[in-house]
């Protein structure tokens, strides 16, 4: 059974740029909730979408966005990059609520 | 508002030593349930153990135990006869619901395990 898929694994960017990160949940999950993860701020929740609608939003500015499709992929994006967007970005699914969470293994975006 | 603190940073130990991780949680709901996930170099999150608010007990999982102190605010976990695969980031975490809905994660204890 494949786990939660995240693409690509590494990023550059420019600053100023935009990038979209891409989550295939494991087949079947149809939460999936995205986290960044930073030397200075730790692992912070981004967002979570359930059945294409998003859910629950963490702290971040408008420049994070995300949406999901009819078939669960989540895509994150995130716009005008800054040098401090520079982190792991982990994606994790679920089947509903009653169920845990899988995290993905992370995409892991440079701003240079 | 709802806080996780892992006041180690960074622990040493050689391997078959037991080690404690510590963790302290700040929250004001009465309902609250807690977590501990390994974090290996690959990156992703493996999750270790969930514990809800209402169930103090300890629990033993092999060489790892968990210590749920409500009156302390803390859930330490301890490994036992550690080992070179236990090297990892380890985190503690907090959520509102039973499985992981909004995670407010601790800044994580980096262990590793020398031979």
């Known amino acids: 059974k494949a786990g939660v898929t995240q693409t690509p694994r590494y990023l550059i960017k420019t600053r100023g740029q935009q990038v979209t990160l891409s989550c295939s949940p494991i087949?079947?999950?149809?939460?999936v909730s995205w986290y960044q993860q930073t030397p200075g701020q730790g692992l912070q929740f981004l967002f979570e979408?359930?059945?294409?609608?998003?859910?629950n939003k963490g702290n971040f500015p408008g420049r994070f966005s995300g949406r999901q499709f009819s078939n669960s992929r989540s895509e994150m994006n995130v716009s005008t990059l800054e040098l401090g967007d520079s982190a792991l970005y982990l994606c994790?699914?679920?089947?509903?609520?009653?169920?845990?969470?899988?995290f993905g293994s992370g995409t892991r975006l440079t701003v240079v | 508002a709802q806080k996780v603190t892992q006041a180690q940073t960074e622990i040493s130990v050689v391997e078959k030593e037991d080690v404690t991780l510590d963790c302290v949680y700040e929250?004001?709901?009465?309902?609250?349930?807690l977590f501990w996930y390994k974090q290996p170099p690959s990156g992703e999150l493996v999750f270790l153990i969930r514990?809800?608010?209402?169930?103090?007990q300890n629990e033993i999982s092999g060489r790892y135990s968990w210590n749920f102190q409500k009156s302390t605010s803390s859930f330490n976990f301890t490994i036992t006869a550690s080992q070179v695969v236990d090297s990892a980031v380890y985190f503690c975490?907090?959520?509102?619901?039973?499985?992981?809905?909004?995670?407010?994660f601790g800044p994580g204890t980096r262990l590793s395990v020398l031979p």
């Open positions: 994790a699914s679920r089947i509903d609520n009653n169920y845990g969470y899988t």
């Open positions: 087949s079947g999950h149809r939460s």
């Open positions: 979408y359930f059945s294409e609608t998003q859910r």
């Open positions: 929250t004001r709901d009465t309902t609250y349930y």
């Open positions: 514990r809800n608010s209402f169930d103090e």
């Open positions: 975490a907090l959520s509102e619901d039973n499985y992981g809905q909004n995670f407010v």
